[in-house]
């Protein structure tokens, strides 16, 4: 059985840091590309960051670029996501996904495979 699993949540002020983990059971790690989402209470899932597993490019929705890097350790099975300069609007539970031998990355929560079981993210103004 796949499992996703993520950690490094939490509450954090705004202004400040933090890195999430996603560690996947899966065989063929290096073959999927690795997504994190984000779904803010009453809203739907919104893409946040990609890593593409073939061409290494890594895409970022407007509202984190030049904030949040994503990252991926193929030896370790684990993607991350590093947060910095967070503000209250990231304010969101964060979950990871795995997308099987895709061409090119997907902002669609549909295309992914599989998924975490989130990790809130609270940033206090």
């Known amino acids: 059985q796949v499992q996703l699993v993520e950690s490094g949540g939490g509450l954090v002020q705004a202004g400040g840091s933090l890195r999430l983990s996603c560690t996947a059971s899966?065989?063929?790690?290096?073959?999927?590309?690795m997504g994190w989402f984000r779904q803010a209470p009453g809203k739907g899932r919104d893409f946040v960051a990609a890593?593409?597993?073939?061409?290494?490019?890594?895409t970022y929705a407007d509202s984190v670029k030049g904030r949040f890097t994503i990252s991926r350790d193929n030896a370790k099975n684990t993607a991350y996501l590093q947060m910095n300069s967070l503000k209250p609007e990231d304010t969101a539970v964060y979950y990871c996904?795995?997308?099987?031998?895709?061409?090119?990355?997907?902002?669609?929560?549909?295309?992914?495979?599989?998924w975490g079981q989130g990790t809130q993210v609270t940033v206090s103004s």
């Open positions: 996904a795995a997308r099987y031998y895709s061409r090119s990355y997907s902002g669609s929560p549909y295309d992914y495979d599989y």
């Open positions: 899966l065989r063929t790690f290096s073959y999927y590309d």
């Open positions: 890593f593409n597993w073939s061409t290494g490019s890594k």
